[in-house]
């Protein structure tokens, strides 16, 4: 054996989880998951085989047998002490996260901290899985819902918060007595892998989670599998309209959340300290790498004069690792997105928009290999440009500008995407009128990123989700059950039956 293949082998494999087991796969396909700050490979995760998937799958319908009668206080008391779990290894979590994505230690705790809230809300579920009833609907008559579960429920996530996300789906699928087959990002499944082996400790009885790692053919297969019955999806609105077009296809429950471009809109009786110090946290947080990341921002008239304290904010942020205290704007998950982001920040300045922050190339001492890219911001967008046309998914911010409120919400509803939006004023007139005329799922007044907690639902809309349910939430028990709907009368024993009936009344 060659000393490369020698120190290939050192690295750390990423496991699968099926039947309560972590095991290695026995794939010939592999990934490196990568340090974005570093390039230091950290583990190897594998592309699961077909049998592999097709044992996630089995083991999760044998377990839910079982799993979907398991007394409502035994479920809850899980998500108690997975709570708990979850707090305690809280900087160990984000410490492997900002090592695998990037995003700084304080960002990878709200991360997990957003995820710990939907655990929470799980462990609520006797209240929040009942169902109705009406007393007398006909003499003698009652009507009754059960909300139960579906069967074997499958979770596909994105890169860019590998902890919450998953948290959006397999706590509440579980709470809800379904069984669980989950597909991370390859990008970055180690955290999840954590998560996973604490929802263990926590007492999720084996099968009924289970975790497989891949790429396009694992999610095909999660598509295609006749007993998976509803798969939750978040990621890109490539791959998201696909996952809905080919699982719904084969007869399955599907919810989509992808892409977006969320518009922020200035007025100029604004607080203009705040508005512009969210404007900057949220555009460039995270480097830019949210589905709810303010990337356009809408100067209304006199706000227009704002552009340049708003650069002189954007260019104070520090870029560096996320490891490092102070860090204010880690690197890009990969170099393929460095790539990319560095094509559109050139494309941009081709179409002609103006170049107002240039963040290509910072210097960041001591991680000369990082996709980092500054915080970078353009002024005279149009609707045209593909800087304004694609979601960059980076730290850019498209600057436009408006001559009253309505003109900038004509701009956003003509928007195919309709994930999140926010407006900055001090005015409630104009607050309101927003939040009616807007077509977005979700608003902000004076918060730049709205992402609800999880006694409501994620609510994109448009372009960015396909299906009807949001995840966590109420939406989400709706989504994970088939309510069925009981209809009894009894009979007293002294009763004497009347004549055959053959009309349709009760
Ligand atoms: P992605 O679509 O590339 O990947 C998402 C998942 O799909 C991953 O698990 C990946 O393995 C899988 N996948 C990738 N290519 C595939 C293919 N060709 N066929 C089948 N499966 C495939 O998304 P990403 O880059 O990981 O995440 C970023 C995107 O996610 C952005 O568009 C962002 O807006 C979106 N996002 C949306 C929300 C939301 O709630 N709306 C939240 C977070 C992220």
Not at 152 to 180: D, E, Y
Not at 312 to 320: G, H, I
Not at 453 to 472: E, H, N, Q
Request: charged residues 20%; glycine residues 10%; aromatic residues 6%.
């Amino acid at each position: 054996m060659t000393a490369q293949a020698n120190t290939r082998n050192a690295i750390p494999t990423v496991k699968l989880l099926i039947g309560g087991e972590l095991v290695e796969s026995t794939t010939r396909e592999w990934r490196d998951v990568v340090n974005p700050a570093t390039q230091e490979v950290l583990a190897r995760v594998p592309f699961a085989t077909v049998e592999e998937m097709n044992a996630a799958v089995a083991s999760a319908k044998e377990a839910f047998k079982t799993w979907r009668k398991t007394p409502i206080g035994t479920r809850a008391r899980i998500f108690l002490k997975y709570q708990q779990l979850i707090r305690e290894n809280m900087k160990e979590l984000a410490a492997i996260l900002t090592a695998e994505q990037g995003k700084t230690l304080a960002d990878a705790e709200g991360d997990v901290f957003r995820g710990l809230e939907v655990v929470e809300h799980a462990a609520g579920i006797g209240n929040l899985q009942l169902g109705e009833l009406a007393n007398n609907v006909a003499g003698g008559v009652d009507t009754y819902t059960l909300l139960q579960p579906l069967g074997v429920c499958a979770g596909i996530t994105p890169f860019n918060f590998p902890a919450m996300i998953p948290l959006w789906m397999f706590p509440m699928a579980i709470a809800t007595g379904n069984t669980f087959v989950l597909k991370p990002s390859e990008q970055d499944p180690m955290v999840t892998m954590r998560l996973a082996e604490l929802a263990l400790e926590a007492g999720i009885p084996a099968g009924v989670l289970n975790v497989v790692h891949g790429g396009a053919e694992a999610v095909n297969l999660i598509c295609d599998h006749p007993d998976i019955k509803a798969v939750s999806f978040v990621g890109s609105t490539r791959v998201g309209t696909h996952v809905y077009n080919r699982a719904s296809q084969a007869g399955k429950r599907v919810q989509c959340m992808m892409g977006a471009k969320n518009h922020a809109i200035i007025l100029p009786d604004a607080n203009k300290e705040q508005t512009l110090n969210n404007l900057a946290g949220a555009a460039f947080g995270a480097a830019g790498q949210r589905c709810m990341a303010l990337s356009v921002a809408i100067l209304v008239g006199e706000a227009q004069s704002w552009l340049p304290e708003l650069a002189e904010k954007a260019r104070s942020l520090k870029v560096n690792a996320g490891v490092e205290p102070g860090t204010d704007v880690g690197p890009l998950v990969s170099c393929s997105a460095f790539e990319r982001v560095s094509g559109l920040i050139e494309r941009g300045v081709g179409e002609g928009a103006e170049l107002v922050l240039d963040g290509r190339n910072p210097e960041v001492p001591g991680y000369a290999k990082g996709n980092f890219v500054g915080p970078t911001i353009f002024s005279g967008v149009t609707p045209e440009m593909t800087i304004y046309k694609e979601e960059i998914f980076g730290p850019v911010l498209c600057v436009m500008a408006a001559d009253s409120l309505d003109e900038a919400i004509e701009l956003i509803n003509a928007n195919p995407n309709g994930n999140g939006t926010a407006i900055f004023t001090r005015s409630g007139a104009a607050a309101r009128h927003f939040q009616e005329e807007i077509d977005v799922g979700q608003v902000g007044i004076n918060v730049p990123i709205p992402v609800p907690v999880p006694m409501f639902s994620f609510t994109g809309s448009r372009g960015s989700k396909l299906g009807d349910l949001g995840p966590y939430g109420k939406q989400v028990v709706q989504f994970y059950t088939q309510t069925k709907t009981v209809t009894e009368r009894w009979f007293d024993e002294n009763e004497v039956g009347g004549p055959v009936n053959t009309t349709i009344n009760l």
